[in-house]
């Protein structure tokens, strides 16, 4: 049984930082692909980032509106994902998700398995 483990949400003031983790258990971690989605109010569930390995060489892939602020990660040992969120703007206040999916993709219906999303709010 996959689980995914969200943690580090919380309010910041525009500008500021946040760092979310998901942490994974139930299959080898190192095999799949990881990404975060976000929702906000009355929008659809939206991609965010994700993240792969093939070899020795890590894959990351960014939405546009994130690019160059947002960073994921990830560190197998402790079979976790992590985004690092920086120059926060009120329009990234959603629920965050992580989610895992057999190969590297950004469409959210390719993703099997989800955690249950911590919040982010950012005030402007």
């Known amino acids: 049984q996959v689980q995914l483990v969200e943690s580090g949400g919380g309010l910041v003031q525009a500008g500021g930082s946040l760092r979310l983790s998901c942490a994974a258990s139930g299959r080898t971690f190192s095999n799949y692909a990881m990404g975060w989605f976000r929702q906000a109010p009355g929008k659809e569930r939206e991609f965010v980032a994700a993240i792969s390995m093939r070899g020795s060489t890590t894959y990351s892939y960014y939405a546009d509106s994130v690019k160059g602020r947002f960073t994921i990660s990830r560190d197998t040992a402790k079979n976790t994902v992590y985004l690092q969120m920086n120059s926060l703007k009120s329009e990234d206040t959603a629920i965050y998700y992580c989610?895992?999916?057999?190969?590297?993709?950004?469409?959210?219906?390719?993703?099997?398995?989800w955690g249950q999303g911590t919040q982010v709010t950012v005030s402007s």
């Open positions: 989610a895992e999916a057999g190969g590297t993709t950004t469409l959210r219906t390719e993703y099997d398995y």
